[in-house]
């Protein structure tokens, strides 16, 4: 059971744009800038692509970006790819002092 | 660049003590600026943050709530690496065990390391 949800499945078309979201509470999301969020293929060790809600650490491509509002956070992926395929996770730090995970979504590239 | 190797036993009896290293290349498990995780995924529970242990003069320990009474992180520092301790296991704690850097996001990742609880 996580604290945060996201949205189970996003599809897009290649070379569209789509935005995944992550809400948590004040206590995780709301509090901090410490979103970070995470590609992960099958059978494969997760990625990051976003550290500290809009970040992008070297060799992420500049069609991921990330954004924060309120209890929200978000990622859009524009120029969408068919290797973007995959699935996507969101990682707050909280208030009690320890990390969760959103629930993850499936990206579909139509 | 950093690398971590994880190291450990796939297959665990229930009721026994789960028990996994993480070698760090690249890096310094005393580095000031880092932090040592880790973190589970399975099809029920998806990913999952366990604990980390951080240096900042002195060591520190966090824990998620679920896993806090049976769970110990500790680092090496004779072997630059750390562990993941879980005690009395079910087979409920059968995943694949992550270790990962923490540095501005977690980055990078083990290779992940399949744990069965089964006896």
């Known amino acids: 059971q996580s604290a945060l949800t996201q949205p189970a499945s996003v599809s897009g078309s290649p070379g569209q744009s789509i935005t995944i979201s992550c809400t948590g509470t004040s206590s995780d999301i709301g509090a901090y800038k410490y979103v970070s969020w995470y590609q992960q293929h099958p059978n494969k060790a997760p990625k990051l692509l976003i550290y500290d809600v809009n970040n992008r650490p070297s060799g992420v491509s500049n069609r991921f970006s990330g954004s924060k509002s309120g209890n929200t956070a978000s990622l859009t992926i524009s120029g969408l790819q068919a290797e973007d395929e995959a699935d996507f996770y969101c990682l707050s730090y909280t208030t009690s002092g320890i990390y969760v995970f959103g629930p993850g979504t499936k990206v579909t590239v139509l | 660049q950093v690398q971590l190797q994880q190291s450990g036993p796939g297959l665990v009896k229930p009721s026994q003590t789960l028990s996994l290293t993480c070698a760090i290349s690249g890096d310094s498990v005393s580095s000031n600026s880092a932090a040592w995780n880790w973190i589970r995924q399975s099809p029920s529970r998806g990913l999952e943050w366990l604990g980390r242990t951080y240096y900042r003069s002195t060591w520190y320990n966090e824990y998620a709530i679920s896993v806090r009474s049976r769970i110990t992180v500790n680092p090496d520092t004779s072997k630059n690496q750390f562990s993941l301790q879980l005690n009395s296991v079910t087979p409920d704690d059968t995943a694949v065990y992550y270790c990962?850097?923490?540095?501005?996001?977690?980055?990078?990742w083990g290779q992940g390391t399949l744990v069965t609880v089964s006896s």
């Open positions: 990962a850097r923490e540095s501005g996001g977690f980055d990078p």
